[in-house]
């Protein structure tokens, strides 16, 4: 019988990976309630008209990422109906407050969640068919401020330091605005002009976002598309005062509160529910799917559900990606040996444990090899755990001259076993 295995692009997470995976949770929960967030949890599944309304027909996740299915009756009183696991929980959010009428308390809502989000993407590093979000959301009726700049800056400042208390250095901030729906309407109708006379030179993707919603157009990864992208008009010359004022207003609060942010004006983000403020928290350290997180302003969703005016603006943080960069700085830092003692041939072993007594006495971190590996194998390990391998052969033992090899700089030196833990104890590349 054939072994049955995880689901392509779902995993499983072992002890050795849930402890960073809840010292994650457990700072953004500390995060949350110092901001005054409550935790809202809601199903994972819902009426797939929630996503097609909430999400937007023409995303690239509702048009063919969505886990969906018919779900029978099961008895008379029930009709067969259209679900799908939830690929994002905004929407679902939304809903709750809609449902809950949570708006008539007249105060903002400030709600997180964490919990796991399923899209039909191509599986690769940091991107899976089941991923988990951590996420808050700040909606409520205008009287309550909802729509203020402040809220915006405050969600940002909060990012920046729940990124910072969880270890997670050199991320960098995205910012720009969309504007307002007419905005984006009047933004729509410059990228048509500007595009209708270079559209065929484009990717058959562009030239059909071109029609449909030439904004995508900006989302674009081909490379050859790329020296057209930048000839066309950007948001920010579409955008109306309010707009402009209420993005100006957001950045200066920012740079009050210490801040950094870089513009990018082609930030406009794959959903069709965001206006005005738009943002994405990048990493570096994570390869192509740089992002760690996206957000922004989606002042007309509840409405878009058939609910009240409730601006609202929020984000989500991949939890699968904070987990990828908070293993690779931990690799980054991780200490490593001074030394690894590589004994050629198993006949040297008992000559290598007398020279790593030797240097442990003298107070360095050494790791001790196996003379049955091959070389090769030993450098393999050696490079993984130490900063330097020293190779004891016949001829080192006779000579009492070792051969040390420096990792960081790839040099190869003789060193005279007397002189060796002094030389080992110099910091990597010295
Ligand atoms: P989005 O809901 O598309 O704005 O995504 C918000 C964040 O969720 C992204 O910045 C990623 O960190 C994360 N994310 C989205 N899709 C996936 C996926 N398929 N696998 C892992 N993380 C994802």
Redo the contacts with the bound molecule.
């Keep these: 019988m054939s072994t049955l295995k995880a689901v392509r692009g779902t995993r499983d997470l072992l002890p050795s990976e849930t402890a960073l995976w809840n010292r994650i949770e457990a700072t953004a929960r500390a995060v949350f309630a110092r901001y005054n967030f409550g935790e809202i949890r809601t199903p994972v599944f819902e009426d797939t008209a929630l996503f097609a309304r909430g999400v937007g027909e023409e995303t690239d996740?509702v048009s063919k990422e969505m886990y969906t299915w018919e779900d029978r009756a099961r008895a008379q009183s029930e009709k067969t109906q259209s679900l799908t696991l939830r690929p994002?929980n905004t929407a679902g959010v939304v809903r709750a407050y809609i449902e809950h009428q949570l708006g008539e308390t007249g105060q903002l809502q400030k709600l997180y969640y964490i919990g796991p989000?399923f899209?039909r993407?191509r599986p690769q590093k940091?991107?899976?068919?089941q991923?988990s979000?951590i996420g808050a959301e700040v909606i409520g009726p205008t009287s309550a401020g909802s729509e203020s700049p402040l809220r915006d800056a405050e969600v940002l400042e909060m990012l920046a330091t729940l990124l910072d208390e969880m270890g997670i250095t050199g991320w960098t901030l995205e910012l720009n605005s969309v504007g307002s729906a007419a905005d984006r309407a009047r933004y729509n109708e410059a990228l048509r002009a500007a595009l209708a006379p270079v559209v065929d030179k484009m990717c058959v993707d562009c030239q059909r976002r071109a029609v449909t919603n030439p904004l995508r157009v900006l989302d674009c990864k081909v490379a050859a598309d790329q020296p057209i992208i930048d000839t066309l008009p950007v948001i920010s010359d579409s955008l109306d005062e309010a707009s402009r004022v209420h993005f100006a207003a957001v950045t200066a609060a920012l740079d009050a509160a210490g801040v950094a942010y870089t513009r990018n004006h082609r930030l406009v983000?794959?959903?069709d529910y965001y206006t005005r403020t738009t943002f994405?928290f990048t990493h570096g350290g994570l390869g192509a799917?740089n992002?760690?997180?996206?957000?922004g302003r989606y002042d007309g969703l509840s409405e878009m559900l058939g609910g009240p005016r409730a601006p609202g603006i929020g984000f989500?943080?991949?939890e699968?990606?904070l987990v990828l960069t908070l293993q690779a700085l931990e690799a980054a830092h991780a200490p490593k040996a001074d030394a690894f003692i590589a004994p050629l041939g198993e006949g040297l072993n008992p000559a290598a444990l007398a020279l790593a007594k030797e240097l442990r006495r003298a107070g360095l971190r050494v790791e001790l090899g196996e003379g049955g590996f091959r070389l090769k194998k030993s450098f393999e390990a050696a490079d993984k755990t130490a900063r330097r391998i020293v190779i004891m052969g016949e001829d080192e033992l006779q000579s009492g001259i070792l051969t040390v090899k420096d990792f960081a700089t790839g040099l190869q030196t003789k060193v005279p076993r007397a002189e060796l833990a002094v030389f080992l104890s110099k910091p990597a590349g010295e």
């Design positions: 996740i994002e989000q899209r993407e940091g991107r899976y068919r991923f979000q983000r794959g959903l994405e799917q992002a760690l997180l996206g957000g989500a943080m991949g699968d990606r």
